[in-house]
């Protein structure tokens, strides 16, 4: 078994072909070899029958030519013809009377062959009255021995003799039959022969895909893998199509596996932080109020607006430190079934200083998600766009709102700049941005919120033109 473990697949299905090739090759043989002598001997056997048929016919002659033939006057009556019917017909013959006693033999050679008996057994003798012919076979070294019994009658139907007819059929193979088992064996040899180049093409061509698949396999990575091609849609159509499809979902996995490690990074970062900035931020307005109650100064105005700047500063650092903490700390979904038009009109009401255009369907809209969560995306990308517009340019934003048998669709459009083809990619992680104030979370932290509301987000952009950002979120 370990061997078997260790040969190739491509040796196996080529040994597998050449047993069973072999295999019919043997069977073939065996069988014509079988019906060779069994041919063989049915010749033999019509030959002699053959042979009996025309002795009897001839001995049949002679008795109708006689006045009366009885069991009293036979012997005297086949003596002189037996000479001349064992010549003529090439055949030994013996003639028994009813009692199975031999009286008469063509050849007195023939009575020292072991099988040939001087007297037959009266259950013989009734054996061959009954069927009126019976063949006996023996072998002797390499030649089997034929002896035909059969029952003669006199002109008056009466039971008159037996005669019985010895029939040598040597079975050495004659040069004839030689010749064609010679053929026959050349002709088995050269279609092994040839049996074996297609076995070894073929096995060699079976496997030649699946080879080129192992390498393919073996040269696999995270990603950058290219797909393999296959023109028959069989069995290794399929395998191939199920590796396709396995580096599609390794490469997807690869790139959400490392997009959770970098915001797994921010966000233990977004931590640390925020837990830095704020410590020190509440002792500094503690001190900075106190300050400003105890200082005395002649210019109070002046103090005033040192402390007033010193607390929005603060209160900035708290900002920053908090949209760090909320990046950090995303609350889990509450997700139920609500109007998102009605949601969306809302969130338009509060940009009331915008130009922005809604398209929705008639009546309700229902998805399921967390409706604060969906507010916090929706100010965001309303805010993103708005702010995407360059300022010698009037900001226009249009929402579109599609209502699918499965799904939500909101697109929200703007007239901005665009986004670089080469800084697309980079679009939603942490810290990166376009704008030259915020820092870069926002789009991150829509990202997650809406993957984690079993939705989808995306984007559209061209130079100068826009950039259109698409939102798909679950019915049910």
């Given at each position: 078994?370990?061997?078997?473990?260790?040969?190739?697949?491509?040796?196996?299905?080529?040994?597998?072909?050449?047993?069973?090739?072999?295999?019919?090759?043997?069977?073939?043989?065996?069988?014509?070899?079988?019906?060779?002598?069994?041919?063989?001997?049915?010749?033999?056997?019509?030959?002699?029958?053959?042979?009996?048929?025309?002795?009897?016919?001839?001995?049949?002659?002679?008795?109708?030519?006689?006045?009366?033939?009885?069991?009293?006057?036979?012997?005297?009556?086949?003596?002189?013809?037996?000479?001349?019917?064992?010549?003529?017909?090439?055949?030994?013959?013996?003639?028994?009377?009813?009692?199975?006693?031999?009286?008469?033999?063509?050849?007195?050679?023939?009575?020292?062959?072991?099988?040939?008996?001087?007297?037959?057994?009266?259950?013989?003798?009734?054996?061959?009255?009954?069927?009126?012919?019976?063949?006996?076979?023996?072998?002797?070294?390499?030649?089997?021995?034929?002896?035909?019994?059969?029952?003669?009658?006199?002109?008056?139907?009466?039971?008159?003799?037996?005669?019985?007819?010895?029939?040598?059929?040597?079975?050495?193979i004659p040069d004839q039959d030689i010749e064609f088992i010679e053929y026959l064996i050349t002709l088995y040899i050269v279609l092994f022969t040839l049996?074996?180049?297609?076995?070894?093409?073929?096995?060699?061509y079976i496997t030649q895909s699946l080879s080129t698949i192992g390498q393919k396999l073996s040269h696999t990575q995270i990603n950058k893998n290219v797909?393999?091609?296959?023109?028959?849609?069989?069995?290794?159509?399929?395998?191939?199509?199920?590796?396709?499809?396995?580096?599609?979902?390794?490469?997807?996995?690869?790139?959400?596996?490392?997009?959770?490690?970098?915001?797994?990074?921010?966000?233990?970062?977004?931590?640390?932080?925020?837990?830095?900035?704020?410590?020190?931020?509440?002792?500094?307005?503690?001190?900075?109020?106190?300050?400003?109650?105890?200082?005395?100064?002649?210019?109070?105005?002046?103090?005033?607006?040192?402390?007033?700047?010193?607390?929005?500063?603060?209160?900035?650092?708290?900002?920053?430190?908090?949209?760090?903490?909320?990046?950090?700390?995303?609350?889990?979904?509450?997700?139920?079934?609500?109007?998102?038009?009605?949601?969306?009109?809302?969130?338009?009401?509060?940009?009331?200083?915008?130009?922005?255009?809604?398209?929705?369907?008639?009546?309700?809209?229902?998805?399921?998600?967390?409706?604060?969560?969906?507010?916090?995306?929706?100010?965001?990308?309303?805010?993103?766009?708005?702010?995407?517009?360059?300022?010698?340019?009037?900001?226009?934003?249009?929402?579109?709102?599609?209502?699918?048998?499965?799904?939500?669709?909101?697109?929200?459009?703007?007239?901005?700049?665009?986004?670089?083809?080469?800084?697309?990619?980079?679009?939603?992680?942490?810290?990166?941005?376009?704008?030259?104030?915020?820092?870069?979370?926002?789009?991150?932290?829509?990202?997650?919120?809406?993957?984690?509301?079993?939705?989808?987000?995306?984007?559209?952009?061209?130079?100068?033109?826009?950039?259109?950002?698409?939102?798909?979120?679950?019915?049910?």
């Open positions: 078994m370990s061997f078997l473990n260790s040969i190739t697949l491509r040796s196996r299905i080529f040994l597998s072909m050449l047993v069973l090739l072999l295999l019919s090759l043997v069977i073939t043989g065996a069988f014509s070899i079988y019906h060779f002598y069994e041919e063989n001997e049915e010749y033999h056997n019509k030959r002699l029958t053959r042979k009996a048929s025309n002795l009897l016919s001839a001995i049949d002659y002679h008795f109708k030519t006689v006045d009366f033939v009885d069991t009293e006057n036979l012997d005297s009556i086949i003596e002189p013809k037996l000479k001349e019917w064992a010549d003529i017909h090439n055949l030994d013959v013996l003639f028994y009377n009813m009692e199975g006693e031999l009286i008469r033999s063509s050849s007195q050679q023939v009575l020292e062959h072991k099988d040939i008996k001087r007297m037959l057994s009266p259950t013989f003798v009734f054996q061959v009255i009954n069927e009126t012919s019976v063949i006996t076979k023996s072998q002797e070294d390499t030649t089997t021995v034929l002896i035909a019994y059969h029952f003669i009658r006199d002109s008056f139907k009466n039971p008159l003799s037996i005669i019985a007819i010895p029939y040598f059929e040597n079975e050495t049996a074996v180049v297609i076995a070894y093409f073929l096995s060699n797909p393999l091609q296959w023109k028959s849609n069989d069995e290794i159509g399929q395998l191939v199509k199920e590796y396709n499809r396995m580096l599609a979902e390794l490469e997807d996995n690869a790139v959400k596996l490392a997009r959770s490690e970098r915001e797994s990074a921010w966000k233990e970062m977004a931590k640390q932080v925020a837990h830095e900035i704020k410590n020190p931020l509440t002792p500094m307005r503690l001190l900075v109020q106190q300050l400003e109650f105890t200082l005395k100064t002649d210019d109070k105005e002046q103090l005033k607006d040192f402390t007033k700047a010193m607390l929005d500063q603060i209160d900035a650092m708290v900002t920053i430190a908090d949209a760090f903490s909320r990046f950090a700390d995303m609350p889990t979904s509450k997700r139920q079934q609500f109007d998102v038009k009605s949601l969306l009109e809302r969130t338009i009401a509060i940009f009331s200083n915008l130009d922005i255009d809604i398209e929705s369907p008639d009546g309700e809209v229902m998805v399921l998600a967390d409706k604060d969560q969906l507010l916090r995306v929706f100010n965001n990308l309303i805010k993103n766009a708005w702010q995407s517009v360059p300022e010698a340019r009037d900001p226009k934003i249009s929402i579109r709102l599609i209502d699918n048998l499965e799904n939500v669709q909101i697109e929200i459009k703007d007239n901005g700049s665009g986004i670089d083809p080469e800084k697309q990619e980079r679009v939603f992680e942490p810290s990166f941005t376009t704008k030259s104030t915020g820092m870069g979370l926002g789009l991150a932290m829509s990202q997650n919120i809406i993957e984690g509301l079993k939705g989808k987000i995306w984007f559209e952009s061209e130079a100068e033109n826009g950039t259109t950002f698409y939102i798909s979120l679950p019915k049910k």
